[in-house]
């Protein structure tokens, strides 16, 4: 498994990050043990990514990882927000993530983990004017200084990475989360740069677009997601027909292999989180990252021609 720098962070992580957000629906799941997660760590994945907001996730990990015998995996996870609207709606930072809800949050994370810190804690949301107010940065501090945590970063709001640009310009946290997929590649144009320049570790996530980019789903596969059910099926399909019409078979063996290859070629991206909740989407998801990048012109002809700007998250509260 190819290792990348985490920016300047001296933390070396894997290309593959197991996204854990889906590790309960793990179908071997006995005793609390996932074997998505022991095959994910077997074959080199060394940072799992979790979060308070994620049920029994982090329970879920702890048990994993205590059943695993190898080294031991570097954990990202993510502060709960106080505030629902948020994940949509810009609000005060302090309303979202007050001083004594962020503590109590990294010390829930560490009490479920069974560790004693954590090597990278996010904001779960992330809205520009947050920037004017450090009140959370100031308690992540005292949560390093305290040795709770080592990396502090924040998860970019739905589509929305053009709002990160300022903190990290200013080099106010180590890490950022954002998606990055063959439709959304626009933090290729400011983030992902900025970010290497400055030496910001970026978490790339939503590679296969919540299932969209895997080329599985029907129309009633769809309206099960979440995170695509108000998708224009139609208009969906279309797009991926005109991918496959253009990389497939030429550059990759299909679409999900595309994607990951895809973001994993995008300069500035030290990891691609991925929900691998099965033992054969980590085996597919190894195995399509072992082919190393793609030629730049298929990188360029993505980046021009298959951007689409669009936020299906929008309806969901």
């Given at each position: 498994m190819e290792k990348r720098g985490y920016g300047n962070t001296g933390l070396e992580v894997s290309l593959l990050t197991y996204g854990a957000m889906t590790i309960a629906a793990d179908p071997e799941l006995k005793d609390g043990i996932a074997?998505?997660?022991?095959?994910?760590?077997?074959?080199?994945?060394?940072?799992?990514?979790?979060?308070?907001?994620?049920?029994?996730s982090e329970e879920i990990v702890r048990a994993t990882l205590a059943a695993w015998t190898g080294p031991k995996p570097l954990i990202s996870t993510k502060v709960r927000s106080q505030v629902r609207d948020a994940w949509r709606f810009a609000c005060p930072?302090?309303?979202?993530?007050?001083?004594?809800?962020?503590?109590?949050?990294?010390?829930?994370?560490?009490?479920?983990?069974?560790?004693?810190r954590l090597e990278i804690v996010h904001l779960h949301q992330w809205h520009y004017d947050w920037t004017h107010d450090l009140s959370w940065l100031e308690t992540l501090h005292a949560l390093r200084d305290e040795g709770k945590l080592r990396c502090i970063a924040i998860s970019t709001q739905d589509h929305e990475h053009d709002a990160a640009l300022e903190l990290v310009s200013r080099g106010l946290v180590d890490g950022a989360q954002t998606i990055v997929h063959l439709f959304e590649s626009r933090a290729a144009n400011a983030l992902l740069p900025l970010s290497a320049g400055r030496g910001v570790g970026v978490i790339a996530r939503c590679a296969l677009d919540s299932g969209g980019l895997s080329?599985?789903?029907?129309?009633?596969?769809?309206?099960?997601?979440?995170?695509?059910?108000?998708?224009?099926?139609?208009?969906?399909?279309?797009?991926?027909?005109?991918?496959?019409?253009?990389?497939?078979?030429?550059?990759?063996?299909?679409?999900?292999?595309?994607?990951?290859?895809?973001?994993?070629?995008?300069?500035?991206?030290?990891?691609?989180?991925?929900?691998?909740?099965?033992?054969?989407?980590?085996?597919?998801?190894?195995?399509?990252?072992?082919?190393?990048?793609?030629?730049?012109?298929?990188?360029?002809?993505?980046?021009?021609?298959?951007?689409?700007?669009?936020?299906?998250?929008?309806?969901?509260?």
């Open positions: 074997p998505s997660l022991l095959a994910a760590l077997e074959r080199g994945v060394n940072l799992v990514d979790t979060a308070r907001a994620y049920g029994r930072v302090a309303e979202a993530y007050p001083p004594a809800g962020i503590r109590a949050s990294v010390e829930e994370s560490l009490r479920a983990l069974g560790v004693e080329g599985a789903l029907d129309e009633a596969g769809f309206a099960a997601r979440p995170f695509l059910k108000h998708a224009n099926y139609g208009d969906y399909t279309a797009r991926l027909e005109a991918l496959q019409s253009a990389f497939i078979p030429k550059f990759a063996d299909n679409l999900p292999e595309l994607a990951l290859r895809f973001v994993a070629s995008l300069p500035g991206v030290s990891t691609i989180t991925l929900g691998l909740s099965e033992r054969r989407f980590v085996e597919a998801a190894t195995a399509d990252l072992a082919k190393g990048p793609l030629p730049a012109e298929a990188v360029t002809a993505i980046r021009r021609e298959h951007v689409w700007s669009r936020n299906f998250y929008e309806r969901l509260l």
